[in-house]
């Protein structure tokens, strides 16, 4: 599948002409353009991708003989003179909004070459009319994201439309430069239009109307050239075109400036800024579906060479924009989602009000949770904040009921490897690592567990364990399949020996005078800590053991309430559908955690907001009639109305394609024997992943949900210092000159690791499969 | 001055039918809907708020001469036969946006009444159509945020305009309820339109459009009668209106329903749950300006007696939504901001890489904080995130330049009553109190000095200072003005008494052990706290004082660099414009800080967003060969470009404001004696807190930007838990019943509080002004 994305020539300049309706004198003001750069550029090229109605009437033709140094073009031609969604259905052609954006790619790189000049591309109809595949105009050529010229509306009630239609375009993520219409003195459109568009930093200029039609074609003729004549040498027309020059050789200058700028004015994050320059900083103008548009070092070097290449290339963003990427990126319902609230709303402070959005967001995830024991929604801006309150949450309820004291150490238990955020409450959560040793103020706060870890290794997927516990467990064992690993009422003697060590391990540290507030668990994927696929069937042992203490067991008969100690679940990165399910801790591990943090894809990549929910036990013990007894915390911004409802979009969309069978193609494979129902599955195919685990520079391998992580052999013994990762990260980055889309991704130690978002399609991922294990040895 | 805000009356039904263009139909279908209205209700409303051409032609007295039984309204004739806002020019009634939607909002009241009724309310023109004040018709009636009825364009280029129409509806924050159009064969918009809306989960419809004109205008007028008979009559027409009913039903339900389910469902921030209950919560159907809309307790009872009350009721949103608040809620600049980022970007990844929105926003806060020594923009979520990122620059610079190791127990050097956020690092940084002390996690890790306030007392601008520090500074100073306070040059005796006062404490602590890693401070106010307003001479020594330490003073030449102790400034709260300047620590405190956290007002109200800035000697402490020494710090919607550009654009207003001098109304009081510019003034005018300082209520108030803050005498001693401040944040929620506004608002402790947007008029401040006073005893 072809995949084009936003295009940056040095020389060719590229503008696309949008009308705000039909009817407002796109083709005419076309021509205009066209005489006009004719004055400054030896060669200007006009396209027209789609046109309809009779081939002698069509517009590249009427522009091409009343200017014959344009050269005119014209990629589909409907004879059916009406929108191109009705004249496509009867078309034989393939038009697709893939292959039409790829045919426009491709006349446009035909004219990019070492001479200066312009290429003028006309739309159909207005800026949300129908596109051929029924899509719109605005979202078939979104992904191109040319510099919009946008012809207004002097009609009445043009005001309005105009507007309107600058909003569509202006929502979608393009770049309006200029709008122009005819001065029409009746509505005076044009004044308006001015003065609105200039406070919003838009030229706007007006041209008069062309001449009336006479009914001699000859006369007609002459009096359109005349007019072109003038009205392309007229003032206001050449000020547009020297802006537009000068426009183009300022987004050519900014981009190429923005990885030294980004040098001399950023603090990175997670950056030893001594590996910084500008050509390590990759410039992202802009982002659509799966893909960036990148310009990048290695990019600049291949357009020094090469005309025909553009300063943008589409990269494919496997790490989802830091695990948040769900919908894909400038997805024009979630923009303007965003916007609804942002226009009812703004932000609305939450302390004792409610609004909608926050409401609906709640119930819905109380609703789909599967989760009895949830049942109260405490919000917050990011993961780590999150965290921090539900480790607020957890531990003030334990010493509640063990009748500790403020003063007294109490801990966390957790796993080795864990990672729940930057602030410093979560820091301390994890155990002590190169991450956090060099933080004055970080003090681990806990007892961290070894566990076992899934992998396949040389087509094999096994379970094998770690340091301390590779006594206790032995050698690795090895599954048929995934779902295998799942299947708990097979696992018996795993089962009892995890138990077992695990009351062990608890009774032990317990003796030694360990307090424990909570159980702190990623469920199956611990994420930044270094992609670590946790052996399921250990984390519900452990869980149930947790629960299983005496010690403080609940006596109460209230099975919802909290036994051992609250068990906290991280799934800002494994929570829905990131692994495939809508909650990992339910899903996979089969339980019902007393606190559960949601992030990242909760908001399907488009602004931060991170949900607490709690059992009721939880939240009660915060209650009395003491006012510091509550959980004073919240931020300025909690449940931000604008946040709230992009979550209540995201989940709505990613339910509907879950219950949809949208990814019914990649569940299919996973299915181990008779099976009806797939549990664990992923977007990345098990053949794929075989094959990989076969490579010679790979020591293992595996694949949930949208998750793909390949940990590569490390022959220092280095890990996280391991260069093996980022070598397969630069090159595939860089790939061929030729490339038309490479993969930016980020590596965690050794591990380099890819995922995609919900929406990611199956060409796409057979794609990358194939680029992927290319790229290994 | 008039406000109106958005209404909901249980028994009169309202809609607004806009039209997605002229002249597709608005008044034909406002008579369908009417008649078809009337076979439900015994009264149907119809209201043309403006009309423009000849008033016998004019649309409300066409559609009560087609149907009797409605009653038609037009309340601003403009004979004119053009747009509004060229119309309007030459009418001598006043017709600014506030007086027309107070007409509306009288006439629609006084439909309401005991009765079950509907009201159709035609706007003029399409959508974005200019009103008669040149704002469109959308922005105009946006306060009251009625139903949105949208009629369709049935002509060529119709789908476009219509999306269009509905897009530029929906980022208004409208809820647009139904779509509506002609069906015409030849272009077939209604096909695609309802499937597009349905997709939306919009209900929309076609009728028959109405028979061709003739000659004859009896025969017209039997010929339409009867068009109008059928369809009104017809089962899509009929199902409409049974939608309609049911929506409003619902959407009444779920408002008195909201605060309910909110206590279900919610763990509301900073909150004592055994206080909540939904009388305690107030439900925010929207807001705009600076207003919500609300609906209480207070109100449903209002509403109960009075069926010309409105379930909303607007209130002032004094707490600016927690502080956040600076471009009015629902800004339709800053949603369409949000909405253009969203989608050209969704997220995209910022680890080793850059994009436009986030380096010039780092590029403008570097080039207009007038801090040389400011040099990096490192980004998080929230303020609290920002500040342990300061935190842990600071601590860590200072660790490396006195070779302390990460054991050592580094500590921060703050003021009483400091707050800095809810993370557990931030926590750390206030001195032990009610917030905290149940904190199992809670260590405070610093030394807080004492230190002088500035409040007016009994019509007198005074310094005080409290606990210990009192023995030293002795009586309380007094001043004529607020500037005067400012002028550190004249208060040479006071300068010299705190410089001597600090470098005793700090060589004193130092002596005892303290290993300061910083200097934490918020310029000014110290907000969260209880919103003290401190002596800046005070804070401006103390500055002085830590960099004069020479015990580890730089011996580099550099004078950029920091000495003593890197000085971070919290003006999370303070800074950008809410107390009136850019910066509150280089405009009022006059140094060059060398860490400065902002955000809530960054990003004017709508989405959260932290910057954190620093010199390039804290920025240089963290590069070297490894790895291990940079700041490994970040969250995954870091440097979002929804946040970054909705921050430029607030950035850029208030900027705009500011050099415009939108302001100078509000400075011109301040002045003091023959002063050409004044350095500290308020939006609250000198005046007003005069005379609530002689309230007998009141201990002390004093105001700085936009900021006001009352503290009120607390006759228990107990300041937290003080209940005077509660009993008059009620009492101005609750308001009168026939107020037309009420005031919304937060406490700390015992003050009362309340600060404006930067786009609050002087008008408004003064209708507040004397609500507050009439709410003091």
New interface residues.
Partial sequence: MRQVGSVLWPKLRVLQVYGA???VGKTIFSSILCRAFLKRFPKVHYLKPISTGPQNEADDRHLSILSKNVRARCLYQFADP??P??AARSSKESTSNDDIRAAVYDELSSYANDDDSVAVVETA??????APS?S??ADLYRPL?LPVFLVGDHQ??G???T???W??L?????DVQSVALFAESR??NHS?LKDYFAERDIHAFSVPPPPERHSSNAEDARAMQQYYEEISASSSVQSYTSKFVEDHAKRVG?LQA??T??VE??????????E?SKD????????YGDY?ATHTTQQAAVTAQDPQASLIRPAF?A?A?????GL?????H???T???????????????????P??RL??TL?ANMGNPRL???????????GM?VA??MG??AA?ARNG?S?D?D?VILGLKGSYH?????TM?CSEPS??????????G?GQWLDFPQVKMRKGQWIVEAPGELEGVFGEARTFDSLDDIFDFEKRKVDSDMYRAYCDATLADLEKKGSKF?ALVIEPILLGAGGMMFADPLFQRCLVDSVRGRSHNAQTSTDDLNWTGMPVICDEIFTGLYRLGRFSASKSFLGIDADIVAN??LLT?????LCT?T?SQAI?DA?????????????????A?P??CSVANESLKTMMKLDRGGAWDRFKQPWKAGESETVGAWSMWSEAFIKAVSQRSQVDSVFALGSVLAISLKDPDGKS??STAAYQMRDKLLAGAPDDEWVIHS?VLGNVWYAMAAMTTTKETIESLEEKIYAALE
Same sequence: chains 1, 2.
């Fill in positions: 309706n039909t009817g009406v929108s969604h009705i109809g207005g800026v949300l009319s129908p029924g719109s105009q994201r009445l009630g005001i309005g439309t507007i309107s239609a909003e569509s202006h929502i979608r993520g393009y509505y005076d308006y900014d923005m990885s700028e980004a004015a950023i603090w990175h994050p997670f950056m030893q800024h001594s910084r390590t900083i990759t410039a992202i103008d802009s982002a960036f963003d790490s924009s830091w695990w948040t990427q894909g990126h400038g997805n024009p979630l923009a303007l965003a916007a609804h609230a942002a226009g009812r709303y703004g932000h609305v402070m939450f302390a004792s009000a409610v609004h909608e926050a409401l709640a119930q109380l049942s109260k929604v405490f919000y917050t801006d990011n993961g780590s904040a921090e480790i607020k531990i003030r010493a500790w403020a007294e109490i955020g930057d602030t410093m409450g301390d190169i991450y956090n040793k060099k933080e004055p103020w970080y003090t706060r507030g992030a990242k399907g990549g488009v602004l931060p607490t709690a939240f915060f209650v009395s009639d003491d006012k510091t007894d509550a959980l004073l915390h919240g931020h300025s911004y909690t931000h604008v946040g996280y210092a980020r």
